[in-house]
């Protein structure tokens, strides 16, 4: 009896000590990796099947230290997808992640007035795909059709916010994310649906023209005054985009591209251009939607660098106001 119990009492000593060897390996950090390891489980993948994963890639030193995590937390469940391994971890905190459904993910930052060659660059520097295929998903308006059945492309409708992109993400797929969003922006202006094409490429027009937010409101009044009185809006960033469109921008406005017969080109053409010139964020629709009340027809950049405008009801002032920003600025 006293053998058995000696047993027993040994027994006890040694489940006791594999099993702190055990929770110190598990709580172990260790990196068997140099660069930062991408693995992704696909759904279905079982929790040996992660472990096996996990070492060959170096994130854990073996399969079993895993198995061992999961048997402290039995009831989780690990949820499939890409995670980013980049620094040091114990196999616990591992499997914490994958519980936690971390997934590796890149922020795609659209700014207020990216027009959508823009938002394809921006895009592009994530390295899941060339600008083109970006663009590409962009020219076609399908998304947005129901919404704006004259839209010609997704321009002005690729709402300017912050995204959730992941390395598989497609083109498609961040268009829809960015319409979705505009939809639902475009719902808190309580606008009639009939009015979101010209009042997006107004407001687009405002967007890349009034760098001050409370400017944009007067920048609007300006352009439906001109709109009222059948005056051409003259907005140098529709030039810019017919010659974008065209592709012969230079980085500068030249005299040919005033001359363009581009339908995007207001200074050739009366009224609003055929569509969005950028996709414009919530003040600005707001300014498009409920303008400034005033009787000012110009506008011209301050030169003290706040960018700001001196607004103008004649051409007579304007001129001088013109004169005023040369003189001050050297130009």
Same mark, same amino acid.
């Given at each position: 009896m ?12 040694a ?22 390891v991408?693995?992704?489980?696909p759904?279905? $993948?079982?929790?040996?099947q992660m472990?096996?994963?996990l070492? +060959?890639?170096?994130?854990?030193e ?8 999961r ?6 469940r690990l ?7 980049d620094?040091a ?18 922020e ?6 990216? @027009?959508m ?21 962009a ?9 704006d ?6 321009e002005?409708y690729?709402f ?5 992109? %992941? ?5 498609? +797929?961040? !268009? ?7 939809? =639902?922006?475009w /719902? ?7 009015a979101?094409?010209? =009042?997006?490429?107004? =407001?687009s027009?405002v ?12 920048v ?12 051409r809006? /003259? !907005?140098?960033?529709? $030039?810019?985009? =017919?010659?974008l469109?065209?592709?012969? %921008?230079r980085?500068?406005?030249? /005299? ?8 995007y @080109?207001?200074?050739q ?5 055929p569509g969005?010139i950028? @996709? ?9 939607? +409920?303008?400034?009340?005033s009787? %000012? ?8 660098g706040?960018?700001?405008?001196n607004f103008s009801e004649?051409? /007579? ?5 013109v004169?005023a %920003? ?6």
């Amino acid at each position: 009896m006293k053998k058995i119990l000696t047993f027993l009492v040994l027994l006890v000593v040694a489940v006791a000590g594999t099993a702190a060897w055990a929770l110190h390996e598990v709580t172990q950090p260790y990196k068997g990796f140099a660069d930062p390891v991408l693995i992704e489980f696909p759904r279905g $993948t079982s929790t040996g099947q992660m472990a096996a994963m996990l070492s +060959e890639h170096g994130v854990i030193e073996k399969p079993w230290v895993f198995l061992a995590a999961r048997v402290l937390r039995r009831g989780a469940r690990l949820q499939a997808g890409e995670y980013k391994f980049d620094k040091a971890a114990s196999p616990l905190d591992v499997f914490g992640r994958i519980v936690r459904g971390d997934i590796y993910y890149m922020e795609l930052l659209v700014p207020e007035g990216f @027009n959508m060659f823009e938002v394809a660059d921006a895009v592009a520097k994530l390295g899941t795909m060339p600008a083109e295929k970006f663009l590409e998903a962009a020219r076609d308006p399908a998304l947005i059709q129901d919404l704006d059945p004259k839209a010609e492309s997704l321009e002005g409708y690729l709402f300017p916010s912050k995204y959730r992109v %992941y390395r598989k993400t497609t083109a498609r +797929e961040i !268009c829809r994310m960015m319409t979705n969003e505009f939809r =639902a922006q475009w /719902q808190t202006l309580g606008a009639p649906a009939k009015a979101v094409h010209d =009042a997006v490429t107004l =407001a687009s027009l405002v967007e890349r023209e009034a760098r001050l937010p409370e400017e944009r409101p007067r920048v609007a009044s300006v352009f439906h005054n001109r709109l009222r009185i059948g005056m051409r809006l /003259q !907005c140098d960033p529709t $030039t810019v985009y =017919a010659a974008l469109l065209d592709g012969r %921008y230079r980085g500068v406005i030249h /005299q040919s591209d005033l001359d363009s017969t581009n339908p995007y @080109n207001t200074y050739q053409h009366a009224g609003l251009p055929p569509g969005p010139i950028a @996709n414009p964020g919530l003040s600005s629709m707001k300014a498009a939607l +409920e303008p400034e009340s005033s009787e %000012y027809l110009f506008f011209v950049a301050k030169a003290d660098g706040s960018g700001g405008h001196n607004f103008s009801e004649s051409l /007579q002032k304007h001129v001088a106001a013109v004169a005023a %920003y040369h003189r001050a600025s050297g130009h």
